[in-house]
Nanobody
Framework: QVQLVESGGGLVQAGGSLRLSCDAS????????RVWFRQAPGKEREFVAS????????YYADSTKGRFTISRDNAKDTVYLQMNSLKPEDTAVYYC??????????????????WGQGTQVTVSS
């Protein structure tokens, strides 16, 4: 009963770019706050970027600000993460999520109640 599906991960050299997508299925997430988290081996899940339901507000982790851009297309019910100037420390499994009770940007893991399976991003040096 998968409802959020990430895609676009892969292997890229440092300095390169990738665009992740998070597609919704079986229900609409167009009115929910959306987010990207990531988790590297042996580390806790880390906030990457969040976007409000309308797309008017975004918020980024300090480590991704200026390099990553989160956006959404509510007509397609899809959220994107454009990642530029990638670094080896960006290597992680990237997860998208949705918060059914909130519309604004949020960084806390606990408020997100729908999660995707994750997509691997590997940045080589």
């Amino acid at each position: 009963q998968v409802q959020l599906v990430e895609s676009g991960g892969g292997l890229v050299q440092a300095g390169g770019s990738l665009r992740l997508s998070c597609d919704a299925s079986r229900r609409s997430f167009s009115e929910y706050a959306r987010v990207w988290f990531r988790q590297a081996p042996g580390k806790e899940r880390e906030f990457v970027a969040s976007i409000s339901w309308s797309g008017a507000r975004t918020y980024y982790a300090d480590s991704t600000k200026g390099r990553f851009t989160i956006s959404r297309d509510n007509a397609k019910d899809t959220v994107y993460l454009q990642m530029n100037s990638l670094k080896p420390e960006d290597t992680a499994v990237y997860y998208c999520a949705a918060a059914s009770r909130f519309r604004d940007v949020l960084i806390q893991t606990a408020v997100y109640d729908y999660w995707g399976q994750g997509t691997q991003v590997t940045v080589s040096s």
